[in-house]
């Protein structure tokens, strides 16, 4: 079977999609397929003054995908791609099929026009791809998909660890344990701010535990400001961003992994440190809650507005050392026997005739 994937080649920002999404091509190999990455001309328009950001795609992608003779198109996502490579599939005599990441209850509503020109493109689609639970009752409740059309994997998983431990890095003795970690762009949407006040309240309980904040973007000066005025600068560490093949040194550093985001489709760095045994205090807002992340079993689940719950969630973590130990296995076993291309591609081969 050959698969032809829908690589957009743009000008400013090179491949649109990051390493993890290699998972993805891994499990349809591993399934049996012949598997090209077809580049389409594309480009990323970002508005910065609203927070928006738009990919366009030439309709050139259309001759272009057509020409691969693919027996499958596979598109990663919605947008203008997928709407050529329905129309490359037409001509190709193809099928197409869409990967959905996860559902729009992950703080991206779905709704709107976002909601007409899914629901308008569904009934090309041949099959669904979807990486959650979540993600196949949205195909299936809110586009009016067919059920027999969803295909429930866990296609985007985390790398192999020894692909985050390939360019090492020194880091520091911690000052204290546990060691709460937190990696990801420091922007609004990672509402870093509810770490640092939850730290701020565990301070006056005289409990022993550091921070570490790796990562860039345009708030950094100002949670650098605001641990300083609230007293934690002995407590909390900014680390400048990390290649992603050396974040494994971090996750082997750290105990606790900590993700407050006010919106993920599903954080990959949460899965990255699971992967690592980390158990994980995760935002009720991240497509993880639930599972991966499950409450009480491989980390805590609590409310990114409010840091009073996330500080008890540390708290019973540096009074309970035994339970990171016990959930950060648990968290291990889950990524080994759940989350790899191998799992992805058994439940493949079914639709594809295998």
């Known amino acids: ?57 030439s309709p050139r992608a259309v001759s272009i995908l057509a020409r691969s003779r693919p027996e499958i198109i596979l598109a990663l ?12 599939a037409k001509r190709a005599r193809a099928r197409v099929w869409v990967f959905q990441e996860n559902a729009g209850y992950a703080g991206y509503p779905l709704g709107g026009l976002r909601k007409v ?9 041949d099959r669904f791809l979807a990486n959650t639970t979540a993600a196949a009752d949205e195909i299936v409740g809110t586009l009016g998909a067919a059920s027999d059309r969803v295909l429930q994997a866990p296609l985007l998983v985390p790398p192999a660890r020894e692909v985050l431990l390939a360019r090492p890095i020194d880091l ?30 565990l301070a006056p309980q005289r409990l022993e535990f550091c921070l570490w904040i790796v990562g860039d973007g345009p708030l950094r000066e100002r949670y650098a ?38 919106r993920d489709y599903r954080s990959v760095s949460v899965l990255e440190a699971m992967r690592f045994g ?16 499950r409450d009480g079993i491989s980390g805590f689940l609590f409310d990114p507005r409010r840091p009073a719950e996330l500080a008890r969630c540390m708290a019973s ?15 291990e076993d889950m990524m080994r ?15 594809l005739g295998r």
């Open 172 to 201: 520091p003795d911690p000052p204290m344990r546990p060691v709460f970690l937190f990696v990801g762009r420091l922007d609004a949407r990672k509402n870093l701010n509810a770490l640092l006040e939850a730290s701020f309240l």
């Open 1 to 57: 079977m050959t698969v032809a994937h829908v690589r957009y080649a743009q000008r400013d920002l090179g491949v649109a999609y990051p390493p993890h999404y290699r998972s993805i091509l891994d499990a349809l190999e591993l399934a049996g397929c012949a598997v090209t990455s077809v580049a389409v001309p594309s480009r990323m328009f970002v508005f910065r003054g609203l927070g928006k950001s738009l990919l366009y795609v």
């Open 117 to 125: 020109l899914r629901r308008w493109l569904a009934p090309f689609i």
């Open 278 to 293: 980390k158990p994980v205090l995760d935002s009720r807002l991240d497509g993880n809650a639930g599972d991966p992340v």
């Open 225 to 262: 400001r605001t641990a300083r005025e609230l007293g934690l600068e002995n407590r909390i560490r900014f680390f400048p961003w990390v290649p992603h093949e050396s974040l494994g040194f971090l996750y082997e550093s750290s105990d606790v992994f900590v993700m407050p985001s006010l």
């Open 317 to 331: 973590l540096i009074r309970e050392p035994r339970l990171i130990k016990e959930m950060g296995q648990r968290a």
């Open 77 to 88: 996502e919605y947008n203008l791609g997928l709407l050529w490579a329905v129309l490359a």
């Open 337 to 351: 026997r759940e989350y790899v291309p191998e799992v992805a591609a058994k439940r493949l081969r079914p639709a």
